[in-house]
């Protein structure tokens, strides 16, 4: 993995004594902040991760020691985050934001609580840290629940007795069979929170149950989340003393916007939580970790929340980013680790700003208040959140800890001020009680040079006056005892007792001064360079250790899918078990589930063959009692379906997602389906009768896709011409994508699943993947320039191979020279150094015949091998392949019709692209100098092309097999 950020670091303002303490170099400009133990107002309650939205599924797939390495990282006391409370879904079978998450009880007669992976995951955080808070919260429920009510009420299926007891039952599951107590639930994620009433009733189920420790959380969503009534709830949870009760932890969701600091004041009772922030998406390029943009982020929330708000803790969305490539609100997590059978993952900023807090602050320690000054905000901006540690039986100050940051920097869902650039000087006195534990401070700071870094101690002084030249003491709230004289001195007079030191914050850093000893850095090996899923693929669904596993690398977009020993067979099958969709139950205010659908593999892949066999197994209850035992929910058709070229699908719409599918339903018929993912978004390409249905039901499926053409065989015989199916250019279908399997509301059972690339046998077989694919159709004749032009990208998250480069060549193109065979360079120009120096990497030389163009690929292109073979190109690398025209003539492609970065095969490769580039001065002699092509905004991408070689990936050696 490439590092971001140098091993170096410089420690400005900070001089070292001959003592071996830090004493800080004095600016003319100090604020005075004082520190009492008798400030100390709220109970911090920890700061935590989210998993819920299938944000942490790819994580289960790890193998060790890597999957450990990443728990250590998220859990392990003292060690990384050390994440204070985990905060988990309550699996719905409902689509939630990137996936379903299994219920553990898919109808009213089911029961299973070892299903899905949250469960999994809170052992390995209790196991680690056996003091971590556990909170779940549920974004749907099944069809099944509420469905024998009758009222018209808004949401009454989901706040029924029904549901009560599904809350109880998921508690019992997690306290019984796994020893894990639930400390908080909440109620429905940003939903209607229900009434007065369901929230009593649910409370009582709790207690009736043997868990009075349990409480709930609301409404986790905003202060005017309404109630099934439409009230809002700021207004009827304040004036509901019988809310208070059973609830008294107010959880908002992303609350920069909504402060209300009055609902966390001292002594109302109430926690005030910022119970879902953060949804900071990676900054640092897809897969390639989230950076430090993210992190100034998160810092500054962990700050604001509780300088602004009264909030004792920010609970980020999400913990991990564990979901496939190319889904929504990709990268919101504090850390990456996303490719499993690579093994590679990332251990980001985020992790490290919250280790700021939680290895020096923990639940029960109580925060010094704003109002008082004990925290605050910064003079030149930023914020200081101070802490004590109170021995429980002598009330004696046992640590202290300040975190201050000077970040600068926004967050997606809320605007800070902006900090000032220069460093701002502190004064910081303690009273006597806080002076008998802080006779040391140990400092530790991170920016975007060095990560959670140590840079050595602090003793403060117990001289009882200082002055200091010119001084300004800022008029923040409770900063009694200080006071400014005119052009003269400022003095600061800590208490009887008590000790100050001076400390210079540098900009765009966040520091931690504590008495705490116990704080690290933990380090784990590096981890492998990630890589797509390597191909060929294939899961036979034998050797899982039980029923209901989660079968390795498939992501769940609708219903529930897991390994079931299947009897008949010789082993294990993937079995969808979700009979009907989740209705009024699911979450979100539009129709968020399409019907059962589950995706594995890389929005990268292009030409694939994909064979699986698969069996319609059970049909509603509802319908064989009505006599229509063929058909699945609701009358709605029963079938099978394998997919390829799956890309888009924004989780909220409830539409398949985009991909071409061969389906086939339980009267033989089959079908080739072209999915848009957009309302009405299906085109039928080729329909037709099996002659016949195999015994049982077992349907073998195969789907071949490479380019605009499809073959597809069902039980061994082709269903499409031999030669294929062209599909039409009207019809959408991405050149790369995913597999999918998929079924209606119904059980259905999949089984010998594999994967491979596929030769299509229409062209001539290739190893390479051009970098662009554009039909040569599109070329524009241009004569607006002479000498080097070309394209200039930049390489996406994995580094690549580039094999071959080649120039367009269209029949007809009329030389201005006599020799129609024009030969032409080839350069490949690359940056190392972030766009501003180019050397030239690799080079080659064809010749084009202009009246023919011979040995021209489809897309009208000729290639040549590089002179010295293939080029190494790194991740992040800035390039240009260009070609030297030495006519006033050639051919390219652009106007209105130049594609987006989205649109190309190669997408996943690229993480930029532009317009055309040319050197500059443009005379043949400076192809290091590129500038935009002058005169041709919308021009694409001038006449070259490069073929990739293999991916330069790691051996998959530590990958699950």
Same mark, same amino acid.
């Given at each position: 993995?490439?590092?971001?950020?140098?091993?170096?670091?410089?420690?400005?303002?900070?001089?070292?004594?001959?003592?071996?303490?830090?004493?800080?170099?004095?600016?003319?400009?100090?604020?005075?902040?004082?520190?009492?133990?008798?400030?100390?107002?709220?109970?911090?309650?920890?700061?935590?991760?989210?998993?819920?939205?299938?944000?942490?599924?790819?994580?289960?797939?790890?193998?060790?020691?890597?999957?450990?390495?990443?728990? %250590?990282?998220?859990?392990?006391?003292?060690?990384?985050?050390?994440?204070?409370?985990?905060?988990?879904?309550?699996?719905?079978?409902?689509?939630?934001?990137?996936?379903?998450?299994?219920?553990?009880?898919?109808?009213?007669?089911?029961?299973?609580?070892?299903?899905?992976?949250?469960?999994?995951?809170?052992?390995?955080?209790?196991?680690?840290?056996?003091?971590?808070?556990?909170?779940?919260?549920?974004? *749907?429920?099944?069809?099944?629940?509420?469905?024998?009510?009758?009222?018209?009420?808004?949401?009454?299926?989901?706040?029924?007795?029904?549901?009560?007891?599904? @809350?109880?039952?998921?508690?019992?599951?997690? #306290?019984?069979?796994?020893?894990?107590?639930? %400390?908080?639930?909440?109620?429905?994620?940003?939903?209607?929170?229900?009434?007065?009433?369901?929230?009593?009733?649910?409370?009582?189920?709790?207690?009736?149950?043997?868990?009075?420790?349990?409480?709930?959380?609301?409404?986790?969503?905003?202060?005017?989340?309404?109630?099934?009534?439409?009230?809002?709830?700021?207004?009827?949870?304040?004036?509901?003393?019988?809310?208070?009760?059973?609830?008294?932890?107010?959880?908002?969701?992303?609350?920069?916007?909504?402060?209300?600091?009055?609902?966390?004041?001292?002594?109302?009772?109430?926690?005030?939580?910022?119970?879902?922030?953060?949804?900071?998406?990676?900054?640092? *390029?897809?897969?390639?970790?989230?950076?430090?943009?993210?992190?100034?982020?998160?810092?500054?929330?962990?700050?604001? #929340?509780?300088?602004?708000?009264?909030?004792?803790?920010?609970?980020?969305?999400?913990?991990?980013?564990?979901?496939?490539?190319?889904?929504?609100?990709?990268? =919101?997590?504090?850390?990456?680790?996303?490719?499993?059978?690579?093994?590679?993952?990332?251990?980001?900023?985020?992790?490290?700003?919250?280790?700021?807090?939680?290895?020096?602050?923990?639940?029960?320690?109580?925060?010094?208040?704003?109002?008082?000054?004990?925290?605050?905000?910064?003079?030149?901006?930023?914020?200081?959140?101070?802490?004590?540690?109170? %021995?429980?039986?002598?009330?004696?100050?046992?640590?202290?800890?300040?975190?201050?940051?000077?970040?600068?920097?926004?967050?997606?869902?809320?605007?800070?001020?902006?900090?000032?650039?220069?460093? @701002?000087?502190?004064?910081?006195?303690? =009273?006597?009680?806080?002076?008998?534990?802080?006779?040391?401070?140990?400092?530790?700071?991170?920016?975007?040079?060095?990560?959670?870094?140590?840079?050595?101690?602090?003793?403060?002084?117990?001289?009882?006056?200082?002055?200091?030249?010119?001084?300004?003491?800022?008029?923040?709230?409770?900063?009694?005892?200080?006071?400014?004289?005119?052009?003269?001195?400022?003095?600061?007079?800590?208490?009887?007792?008590?000790?100050?030191?001076?400390?210079?914050?540098?900009?765009?850093?966040?520091?931690?001064?504590?008495?705490?000893?116990?704080?690290?850095?933990?380090?784990?090996?590096?981890?492998?360079?990630?890589?797509?899923?390597?191909?060929?693929?294939?899961?036979?669904?034998?050797?899982?250790?039980?029923?209901?596993?989660?079968?390795?690398?498939?992501?769940?977009?609708?219903?529930?899918?897991?390994?079931?020993?299947?009897?008949?067979?010789?082993?294990?099958?993937?079995?969808?078990?979700?009979?009907?969709?989740?209705?009024?139950?699911?979450?979100?205010?539009?129709?968020?589930?399409?019907?059962?659908?589950?995706?594995?593999?890389?929005?990268?892949?292009?030409?694939?063959?994909?064979?699986?066999?698969?069996?319609?197994?059970?049909?509603?209850?509802?319908?064989?009692?009505?006599?229509?035992?063929?058909?699945?929910?609701? *009358?709605?058709?029963?079938?099978?379906?394998?997919?390829?070229?799956?890309?888009?699908?924004?989780?909220?719409?409830?539409?398949?997602?985009?991909?071409?599918?061969?389906?086939?339903?339980?009267?033989?018929?089959?079908?080739?389906?072209?999915?848009?993912?957009?309302?009405?978004?299906?085109?039928?390409?080729?329909?037709?009768?099996?002659?016949?249905?195999?015994?049982?039901?077992?349907?073998?499926?195969?789907?071949?896709?490479?380019?605009?053409?499809?073959?597809?065989?069902?039980? *061994?015989?082709?269903?499409?011409?031999?030669?294929?199916?062209?599909?039409?250019?009207?019809?959408?279908?991405?050149?790369?994508?995913?597999?999918?399997?998929?079924?209606?509301?119904?059980?259905?059972?999949? =089984?010998?699943?594999?994967?491979?690339?596929?030769?299509?046998?229409?062209?001539?077989?290739?190893?390479?993947? =051009?970098?662009?694919?554009?039909?040569?159709?599109?070329?524009?004749?241009?004569?607006?320039?002479?000498?080097?032009?070309?394209?200039?990208?930049?390489?996406?998250?994995?580094?690549?191979?580039?094999?071959?480069?080649?120039?367009?060549?269209?029949?007809?193109?009329?030389?201005?020279?006599?020799?129609?065979?024009?030969?032409?360079?080839?350069?490949?120009?690359?940056?190392?150094?972030?766009?501003?120096?180019?050397?030239?990497?690799?080079?080659?030389?064809?010749?084009?015949?202009?009246?023919?163009?011979?040995?021209?690929?489809?897309?009208?292109?000729?290639?040549?091998?590089?002179?010295?073979?293939?080029?190494?190109?790194?991740?992040?690398?800035?390039?240009?392949?260009?070609?030297?025209?030495?006519?006033?003539?050639?051919?390219?492609?652009?106007?209105?019709?130049?594609?987006?970065?989205?649109?190309?095969?190669?997408?996943?490769?690229?993480?930029?692209?532009?317009?055309?580039?040319?050197?500059?001065?443009?005379?043949?002699?400076?192809?290091?100098?590129?500038?935009?092509?002058?005169?041709?905004?919308?021009?694409?991408?001038?006449?070259?092309?490069?073929?990739?070689?293999?991916?330069?990936?790691?051996?998959?050696?530590?990958?699950?097999?």
């Amino acid at each position: 993995m490439m590092n971001r950020f140098h091993t170096h670091f410089v420690l400005v303002m900070i001089t070292a004594t001959a003592q071996g303490t830090l004493s800080m170099l004095m600016q003319e400009h100090a604020q005075e902040i004082q520190l009492q133990s008798s400030q100390a107002a709220h109970s911090f309650t920890g700061h935590g991760g989210l998993s819920a939205g299938a944000s942490s599924r790819l994580l289960y797939d790890y193998a060790e020691p890597h999957r450990s390495n990443i728990l %250590d990282y998220l859990f392990q006391p003292q060690f990384g985050a050390s994440m204070q409370i985990l905060k988990i879904e309550i699996g719905g079978d409902v689509q939630s934001t990137d996936g379903t998450e299994a219920s553990h009880m898919h109808n009213r007669q089911d029961l299973s609580c070892i299903r899905g992976y949250e469960s999994w995951l809170a052992q390995e955080a209790k196991k680690r840290n056996p003091a971590i808070i556990l909170y779940g919260l549920s974004w *749907g429920v099944p069809g099944w629940v509420g469905d024998n009510v009758t009222s018209n009420v808004t949401h009454a299926t989901y706040f029924s007795d029904d549901n009560l007891e599904y @809350q109880v039952a998921w508690v019992r599951c997690m #306290n019984d069979t796994f020893g894990l107590p639930i %400390d908080y639930l909440g109620i429905w994620n940003e939903m209607s929170w229900g009434s007065v009433d369901y929230v009593v009733r649910l409370k009582q189920a709790l207690e009736d149950n043997g868990f009075t420790q349990t409480k709930l959380v609301l409404p986790d969503g905003g202060l005017n989340m309404p109630d099934q009534h439409g009230n809002p709830f700021l207004s009827t949870y304040l004036a509901s003393p019988a809310l208070q009760r059973v609830a008294a932890t107010v959880g908002l969701h992303y609350p920069c916007d909504q402060p209300h600091p009055e609902l966390g004041a001292a002594g109302t009772g109430i926690e005030y939580w910022a119970s879902e922030d953060y949804s900071q998406h990676d900054d640092a *390029g897809v897969g390639t970790g989230t950076g430090w943009a993210a992190g100034v982020c998160w810092g500054k929330l962990l700050g604001n #929340n509780y300088v602004r708000m009264n909030m004792t803790t920010t609970i980020s969305w999400s913990l991990v980013w564990s979901v496939a490539d190319g889904l929504g609100c990709d990268g =919101d997590g504090l850390t990456m680790a996303r490719t499993p059978w690579s093994g590679h993952y990332s251990i980001d900023p985020p992790i490290w700003m919250t280790a700021h807090w939680t290895q020096f602050i923990k639940p029960g320690w109580r925060l010094l208040s704003t109002a008082s000054g004990g925290s605050g905000h910064l003079l030149q901006n930023g914020t200081y959140v101070s802490a004590v540690e109170f %021995d429980p039986d002598t009330r004696v100050v046992k640590n202290v800890s300040i975190v201050l940051e000077t970040l600068q920097g926004q967050c997606v869902h809320c605007a800070f001020p902006v900090p000032a650039t220069a460093p @701002q000087t502190l004064w910081i006195s303690l =009273d006597a009680a806080m002076a008998q534990a802080a006779h040391t401070l140990h400092v530790w700071s991170s920016n975007e040079t060095h990560l959670f870094t140590y840079l050595g101690t602090i003793t403060p002084s117990n001289v009882n006056a200082s002055t200091f030249p010119n001084a300004t003491v800022g008029a923040l709230p409770g900063m009694a005892g200080t006071h400014t004289r005119t052009g003269g001195t400022t003095e600061k007079r800590p208490a009887t007792g008590g000790v100050s030191f001076q400390f210079t914050a540098q900009p765009n850093t966040m520091y931690t001064l504590s008495t705490v000893t116990t704080a690290a850095k933990g380090v784990h090996a590096t981890p492998p360079q990630p890589q797509d899923l390597p191909l060929p693929y294939a899961d036979d669904f034998n050797g899982y250790p039980r029923n209901d596993s989660i079968a390795r690398f498939w992501s769940d977009q609708g219903g529930s899918w897991s390994v079931a020993s299947a009897p008949g067979t010789h082993g294990g099958v993937l079995r969808q078990w979700v009979l009907r969709p989740p209705g009024t139950n699911a979450w979100g205010f539009r129709p968020s589930n399409p019907t059962p659908i589950t995706l594995l593999g890389s929005t990268h892949w292009d030409a694939m063959t994909v064979a699986v066999t698969g069996r319609i197994v059970g049909i509603h209850a509802d319908n064989r009692e009505a006599g229509r035992s063929n058909l699945a929910w609701n *009358g709605e058709e029963a079938f099978v379906m394998v997919c390829t070229h799956v890309t888009t699908f924004s989780t909220w719409s409830g539409w398949i997602p985009t991909g071409l599918c061969l389906q086939v339903n339980q009267t033989g018929v089959w079908a080739i389906k072209s999915f848009v993912n957009a309302e009405y978004g299906v085109t039928t390409l080729a329909t037709g009768t099996l002659p016949s249905l195999p015994r049982g039901n077992s349907l073998h499926l195969n789907l071949s896709t490479s380019c605009r053409r499809v073959w597809a065989l069902v039980n *061994g015989s082709s269903v499409l011409p031999v030669a294929g199916l062209d599909i039409p250019d009207t019809v959408g279908c991405p050149s790369q994508g995913r597999i999918a399997l998929g079924s209606g509301w119904h059980a259905a059972e999949f =089984d010998d699943f594999a994967v491979a690339r596929y030769n299509d046998p229409q062209r001539a077989p290739r190893a390479h993947r =051009d970098l662009f694919e554009c039909a040569s159709a599109g070329q524009e004749l241009r004569t607006s320039f002479t000498g080097y032009v070309g394209v200039h990208f930049q390489v996406g998250s994995l580094p690549v191979a580039i094999a071959e480069l080649g120039r367009i060549c269209v029949r007809s193109n009329t030389s201005t020279t006599t020799d129609t065979h024009e030969k032409h360079l080839l350069l490949l120009s690359c940056s190392g150094d972030n766009g501003r120096t180019y050397d030239t990497v690799g080079s080659a030389t064809i010749a084009l015949n202009t009246t023919s163009c011979v040995g021209t690929d489809r897309n009208g292109i000729v290639w040549a091998n590089l002179t010295n073979g293939s080029v190494n190109v790194d991740a992040g690398s800035q390039c240009v392949i260009a070609s030297r025209e030495h006519t006033t003539a050639f051919y390219g492609t652009g106007g209105s019709n130049m594609p987006q970065l989205s649109q190309l095969p190669a997408t996943g490769l690229l993480s930029s692209w532009c317009p055309a580039w040319a050197e500059s001065p443009s005379d043949g002699t400076h192809p290091g100098n590129w500038t935009l092509l002058p005169g041709e905004a919308g021009y694409a991408y001038g006449p070259v092309n490069a073929r990739l070689g293999s991916m330069l990936m790691a051996t998959a050696a530590d990958s699950p097999s």
